[in-house]
């Protein structure tokens, strides 16, 4: 049965670019959150991101209406998802969170939706018994800036029904995404399994002291032709969240080096601010990074 109708919980950074992606491709989008505040907060949200399609899609005043026009709005969950044909959950990267939520929507999803999980570093298996329907739960995994960074990671786990993937990979497709189809469970999906060792290598040779971040940086892009290189990668995803990955990573391995990788995250710029794009500075100066200066790669 093809799908016509989509819930996306959660209308965070992501969860709003998913609802306004799809609504865009003339799906009726109902947006689920805990609070009326919140969901005023994604009316606010959608109109920003209506202007970043015209910036950068080129998309019309008209199209951008229409997309508006194709959510709805619910905080209350079993209304939200009465005749969902797919939920897509975008709630906080929490296990003890995500299963509450599933275990809330058991009770109250028909027994035709399909459930996804846009979660970035846990695993379907995690969640599928709470889900109640495990044949019918799998991952969806959208990157930042989905209209612009299109992949769609479809991941299964061993109980995800084949029809169920096969629905999730059209629709992925129908709505503008590159769809990205795994055959296994894997943490990080494929882009996150390339991404993060880059990131950290990056960040080892800085803080060993064999390159400074531009000599780094040019050296992966002149020898790859990448337009960025690891240092600039980390300004968009956001020095934060690298400070995060290698903290836990630290703790869990006890490991000198990746300790000294967070202690020079923490003092040069989570304890100063620099944070990256969001905040105007990290490794670069936006808007206007030296990376992007023809004369960077000479």
């Given at each position: ?26 799906y009726t989008v109902n947006v689920y959150d805990i609070s ?241 794009v969001a905040t105007g500075e990290g490794f670069y100066k ?13």
């Amino acid at each position: 049965m093809p799908i016509q109708i989509v819930t996306v919980a959660g209308s965070g950074v992501l969860g709003a670019q998913i609802a306004f992606q799809t609504a865009f491709h003339g799906y009726t989008v109902n947006v689920y959150d805990i609070s009326e505040a919140l969901l005023e907060k994604a009316k606010v949200t959608f109109q920003k991101l209506g202007e970043a399609y015209k910036q950068d899609l080129k998309a019309t005043s008209d199209q951008i209406q229409k997309a508006i026009g194709n959510i709805r709005y619910f905080s209350d969950l079993g209304k939200a998802v009465a005749d969902s044909d797919l939920l897509i959950e975008a709630v906080p990267e929490n296990p003890e969170i995500k299963i509450d939520f599933y275990q809330k929507l058991a009770t109250v999803a028909p027994q035709k939706t399909i459930f996804a999980s846009n979660s970035s570093t846990l695993l379907p298996s995690q969640f599928a018994a709470a889900t109640g329907r495990p044949e019918r739960f799998l991952a969806l995994h959208f990157a930042n800036e989905i209209w612009k960074h299109n992949t769609a990671e479809i991941m299964g786990h061993p109980g995800t029904s084949s029809q169920v993937f096969d629905t999730v990979v059209a629709f992925a497709k129908s709505i503008g995404m590159v769809a990205l189809p795994l055959h296994k469970e894997q943490p990080g999906y494929i882009v996150n399994s390339l991404l993060v060792p880059l990131l950290g290598a990056g960040l080892g040779l800085l803080v060993r002291g064999v390159a400074d971040v531009e000599t780094i940086d040019k050296t992966w892009m002149v020898a790859t032709g990448a337009p960025v290189g690891p240092f600039g990668i980390l300004d968009v995803v956001g020095i934060t969240t690298a400070y995060n990955i290698n903290k836990i990573a630290a703790e869990k391995t006890k490991n000198g080096h990746e300790q000294k990788v967070v202690d020079y995250l923490k003092t040069h710029f989570i304890d100063t601010g620099k944070l990256g794009v969001a905040t105007g500075e990290g490794f670069y100066k936006y808007p206007n990074p030296s990376y992007i200066d023809p004369d960077f790669l000479k």
